[in-house]
């Protein structure tokens, strides 16, 4: 089993960063890939960006150069650094791990309004 846990939500001017933060506890070394997703009102739940165990990222487009994934083995924690905000950046944003399942958090919600 995997536990996930999000914090670092909030609210947010347009322009203002937030990172946010999974804490990961469980069978962590079963854990191959990494990833936040979004989910706003009324739309589908989506990729906002990866990680690999070996480092390698992916984002969705929408994202690219604003934000920034990471992992902390050594805090057992991934991030996401958000830059830029913008208000169509507003949802819950959810930590998923892979494994030979996938696991996810409760969520976290992310404003981001003037």
């Known amino acids: 089993q995997v536990q996930l846990v999000e914090s670092g939500g909030g ?4 322009g203002g960063s ?11 070394s079963t854990i191959h890939t990494m990833g936040w997703y979004r989910q706003a009102p ?3 739940r989506e990729l906002v960006a990866r990680i690999t165990s070996s480092g390698s990222t992916n984002y969705t487009d929408s994202v690219k150069g604003r934000f920034t ?6 805090k057992n924690t991934m991030y996401l650094q958000m830059n830029s905000l913008k208000p169509e950046d507003t949802a819950v944003y959810y930590c998923r791990a892979q494994s030979n399942r996938n696991y996810w958090g409760q969520g976290t919600q992310v404003t981001v309004s003037s």
């Open 11 to 14: 609210l947010v001017q347009p």
């Open 18 to 28: 937030l990172r946010l933060s999974c804490a990961v506890s469980g069978k962590i």
């Open 42 to 44: 009324g739309k589908q």
């Open 69 to 74: 994934v990471s992992r902390d083995y050594a």
